[in-house]
């Protein structure tokens, strides 16, 4: 019985993982993108578009970011500065500014526009934020 446990216990975790890994890389309007690519994000009414990108670690990426709002003023942030994520943007209404990123190492880190207005929530606090993972890069 012992080593039935000690098996189990081995197991659950490990496949627990493997299944995590594969619904993150297969949820839906998660967009990955081919190294040295383009991932096009718009930012407007509050939100980002997509909100979940995928990237592998190691590899350029350029992010195109959009904002679509006639007149609010949006950023892009992503702060992650151990995997060589420091990116901090203005992108202005109707404007469009690209940035490039090479995320070092894996793991699932938030991007965010950190505007606020005085006397309101933040643009984060109604919603703004979305995630980017990174995936190892594949052994050759």
């Known amino acids: 019985m012992t080593r039935y ?7 659950v975790p490990t496949l627990t993982r493997v299944f995590s890994v594969w619904l993150l890389l297969n949820a839906p309007g998660l967009q990955a993108a081919p190294p040295g690519q383009t991932i096009s994000i718009e930012l407007g009414d509050y939100r980002f578009a997509p909100r979940q990108i995928s990237i592998t670690a190691g590899e350029t990426v350029q992010l195109e970011l959009t904002n679509t709002d006639g007149l609010t003023p949006h950023n892009f942030t992503l702060q992650a500065k151990d995997a060589g994520l420091d990116v901090d943007v203005d992108v202005g209404a109707g404007k469009t500014h690209s940035v490039e990123i090479t995320p070092l190492l894996p793991g699932t880190y938030t ?11 933040s643009h984060r606090d109604r919603g703004m934020e979305g995630t980017l993972i990174v995936v190892p890069a594949s052994p050759e």
Do not use: H
């Open 5 to 11: 446990l000690t098996v189990y216990t081995g197991i």
């Open 111 to 121: 991007f965010l526009c950190n505007k606020k207005l005085p006397f309101m929530k």
